[in-house]
């Protein structure tokens, strides 16, 4: 079994920065895909960021170029790192790993919230 466990979220000015970890338990997060999600309030859930258990790294349109995924699969935690924040940043964003078709897993979500 395995648990993802997010954290670092808060409260943000636009223009600010946050970084998310979530750390992982088990065996499989060396040969997992892991990815950033989001839901905003009313919005439904959608792709962030993913890396590959290579480090091929991809990101949705509207977060390039602001926020970098990385992982440690010594530390089996990828993190998230968000600069430029902006109002509509403001989500629930959730961690995922995928290791396979029966191996998908999903930490509880950390709130950041961009406001001024």
């Known amino acids: 079994q395995v648990q993802l466990v997010e954290s670092g979220g808060g409260l943000v000015q636009p223009g600010g920065s946050l970084r998310l970890s979530c750390a992982a338990s088990g065996s499989i997060f060396s040969i997992a895909t892991m990815g950033w999600y989001r839901q905003a309030p009313g919005k439904q859930r959608e792709w962030v960021a993913g890396?590959?258990?290579?480090?091929?790294?991809m990101y949705t349109d509207s977060v390039a170029g602001r926020f970098t995924i990385s992982r440690d699969n010594a530390k089996n935690t990828v993190w998230l790192q968000m600069n430029s924040l902006k109002v509509e940043d403001t989500a629930v964003y959730y961690c995922r790993l995928l290791a396979g078709i029966a191996a998908v897993y999903w930490g509880q979500g950390t709130q950041v919230t961009v406001s001024s």
């Open positions: 890396i590959t258990s290579g480090g091929n790294t």
